[in-house]
């Protein structure tokens, strides 16, 4: 099935309406005709049971997501960080390490080096761009997961995805994909060796700005057992009368476990209604990623002109550093979403951005609307000088989210505040 058509019927079943009707259960509990029942579920929830972790809408869109990725199951989430959080926190406990780039989004970056540092689990910092030999002397006894971006926020570098697959597999661990940039219909990094893919529904794949929103995709295929890394996998979970994952539910094992343990105590699921407005997103994606490309393209062409900027990043350019892995993994586009540098660092960049009058100034990105932001003063802020750097963020760094207006009206809009530098 095309992706276009996954993505206005996948996830659909006779129980929930059929094709074209997404039904909004808008309700916490659900009746059950005997006591009996309901203590079964409890030992093997295989029926919806409470909101807090499973709901009827959520779970039609679940099933969309994952054939769109390709995967064998997802989680939806409140939020794209509550989707990172409850990613690592399904491999790692205190006492555990784990890698991940360090030109990942920064509000990952202090989740990942602050808070878990808190609980006890350590994340490792990579270059995205050193050598295999270099990577595997970051690996310890203890290390459980690799994560990246298949575009990164805001450097817009491309991910190696199939290198870091097969290095991560070589020391038994799974490779963890944040895919909000690229959606599926851009890139699938399931295909390329990815063991579990991450999103912030929040920006492409609901498109309009109307809730924060995270998905977690299980590919199905990583080998928990073979690991030998993962006992919470394969031995009894006392926490739920001594279910085995692995033995219970085979390829659904990750994300079983995740809605079993973690959602269970965590609590951050969606409301119906949110997953209701994620899949009127979901309905226009493919449309609106080949809009988002053709437009961010014609932005990236037309900046490069400008002597007022010292550095155009998206790899769909020719000239990009990142072109020809774009092509590798992102052969229909590199997304809506650019950055650009404003020769003379901060001020100025902050000058440009205050003169636009189309674009707004805000903290999103991936909207139908143009918007803009500044990293190193807004969301990367909690970040050191050093640090800024290893994420690839100059002090003149704006980040450009093109949206699906007229082109030609976003040109002009960037020309004039441009002109008042």
Not at 150 to 174: R, Y
Not at 365 to 383: F, G, K, N, Y
């Amino acid at each position: 099935m095309k992706i276009e058509t996954q993505c206005l019927h996948a996830g659909y079943t006779p129980e929930n309406g059929g094709p074209g009707v997404m039904p909004i259960v808008q309700s916490t509990t659900y009746r059950f005709d005997s006591t009996a029942k309901i203590a079964a579920l409890f030992d093997m929830p295989t029926e919806f049971m409470y909101s807090r972790f499973a709901n009827p809408t959520c779970d039609a869109v679940e099933k969309k997501i994952a054939a769109l990725e390709g995967g064998a199951a997802a989680m939806l989430t409140s939020s794209g960080q509550a989707a990172n959080l409850l990613a690592i926190l399904n491999l790692c406990a205190a006492g555990d390490s784990f890698i991940a780039v360090s030109t990942i989004y920064g509000g990952t970056i202090n989740l990942f080096g602050v808070t878990l540092r808190r609980l006890g689990i350590e994340c490792i910092w990579a270059d995205a761009e050193a050598d295999e030999a270099e990577i595997q002397k970051l690996f310890r006894p203890n290390t459980k997961a690799v994560f990246g971006e298949t575009l990164a926020n805001p450097a817009m570098s491309v991910f190696d995805i199939e290198k870091w697959a097969n290095i991560a597999h070589k020391n038994g661990v799974p490779l963890l994909i944040d895919n909000t940039f690229a959606t599926p219909v851009l890139c699938r990094p399931l295909e390329w060796g990815a063991d579990i893919v991450i999103h912030s529904t929040s920006k492409y794949m609901d498109g309009h700005a109307v809730q924060c929103g995270g998905v977690i995709v299980d590919g199905g295929k990583f080998d928990w057992a073979a690991s030998g890394r993962f006992a919470d996998f394969t031995e009894p979970d006392e926490s739920y009368h001594g279910v085995v994952y692995t033995r219970e539910f085979g390829p659904l094992a990750y994300i079983i476990k995740a809605r079993m343990q973690l959602m269970r105590d965590f609590g951050c699921y969606p409301a119906a209604h949110s997953a209701f407005l994620l899949n009127l997103g979901l309905e226009t994606l493919p449309v609106r990623m080949k809009q988002y490309c053709a437009n961010a393209l014609a932005v990236a062409e037309h900046l490069q002109a400008s002597d007022k900027i010292a550095a155009v990043r998206y790899p769909a350019l020719p000239d990009d550093p990142y072109h020809a892995r774009a092509q590798k993994y992102l052969p229909l586009g590199a997304s809506g979403v650019l950055s650009i540098d404003i020769k003379g660092g901060r001020a100025p960049a902050m000058q440009f951005m205050d003169s636009l009058k189309l674009a707004c100034n805000e903290v999103h990105v991936a909207d139908i609307r143009t918007c803009v932001l500044h990293p190193a003063s807004e969301t990367h802020r909690q970040l050191t000088d050093a640090q800024l750097a290893a994420a690839g963020i100059e002090p003149g760094l704006v980040r450009i989210s093109v949206g699906l207006e007229n082109v030609e009206d976003i040109l002009a809009d960037l020309d004039q505040a441009l002109a008042q530098l």
